[in-house]
T-cell receptor, first 112, second 114 residues
Framework: GQNIDQPTEMTATEGAIVQINCTYQ??????LFWYQQHAGEAPTFLSY????GLEEKGRFSSFLSRSKGYSYLLLKELQMKDSASYLC?????????????FGTGTKLQVIP | EAQVTQNPRYLITVTGKKLTVTCSQN?????MSWYRQDPGLGLRQIYY???????DKGDVPEGYKVSRKEKRNFPLILESPSPNQTSLYFC?????????????FGPGTRLTVL
């Protein structure tokens, strides 16, 4: 099975930097995803890490350490519109295909 | 416009009355999946499909059925809905063969079973 942990809620100030952590335990790991979900809306894809290291994409960066079962999403220059839930999801091999399991999400509130 | 559509968006029904939630994607994606989302439990996968006529159970398949007769459609069937199936349901698709990365989600279907 899989166990994915991320904080339930976080609060950060507009213009600041926030790091959302995700730890996981799984067998057959083959990738880690981050999705953003605004209240009442569908999740949207942010990033996908397969190899160790940092992937940067504009204001958002995602880091992966496979040996530690650890990832984080870094949001810089926070804006009010970044208030949303951030979902960590782990991919694993399943009969030659990839199965994805989501964590329960971290609700981020950006305050002025 | 590339998209995943679901119908209906909202549904209130009664226990035991069979229902189908449709899902369709216009991106020629092979991978499709159904999730339910509940407070405190996050997104949980119900069923997924790697291609036409290829489906498999996710983490919470009990009480649900799916079919994949065409590449674009992946309906979710509740043969005898019960109140514990009240939830927000999302359909998703992904284009990379055999992989579920970069999933595109539909707008969601909010189901209430009385």
């Amino acid at each position: 099975g899989q166990n994915i942990d991320q904080p339930t809620e976080m609060t950060a100030t507009e213009g600041a930097i926030v790091q959302i952590n995700c730890t996981y335990q799984t067998s057959g790991f083959n990738g880690l995803f981050w999705y953003q979900q605004h209240a009442g809306e569908a999740p949207t894809f942010l990033s996908y890490n397969v190899l160790d290291g940092l992937e940067e994409k504009g204001r958002f960066s995602s880091f992966l350490s496979r040996s530690k079962g650890y990832s984080y999403l870094l949001l810089k220059e926070l804006q009010m519109k970044d208030s949303a839930s951030y979902l960590c999801a782990v991919g694993m091999n399943s009969g030659g295909y990839q199965k994805v399991t989501f964590g329960t999400g971290t609700k981020l509130q950006v305050i002025p | 416009e590339a998209q995943v559509t679901q119908n209906p968006r909202y549904l209130i029904t009664v226990t035991g009355k069979k229902l189908t939630v449709t899902c369709s994607q216009n991106m020629n994606h092979e991978y499709m999946s159904w999730y339910r989302q509940d407070p405190g439990l996050g997104l949980r996968q119900i069923y997924y499909s790697m291609n036409v006529e290829v489906t498999d159970k996710g983490d919470v398949p009990e009480g649900y059925k799916v079919s994949r007769k065409e590449k674009r459609n992946f309906p979710l069937i509740l043969e005898s809905p019960s109140p514990n199936q009240t939830s927000l349901y999302f359909c998703a698709s992904s284009g990379r063969r055999g992989r579920a990365d970069t999933q595109y989600f539909g707008p969601g279907t909010r189901l209430t079973v009385l």
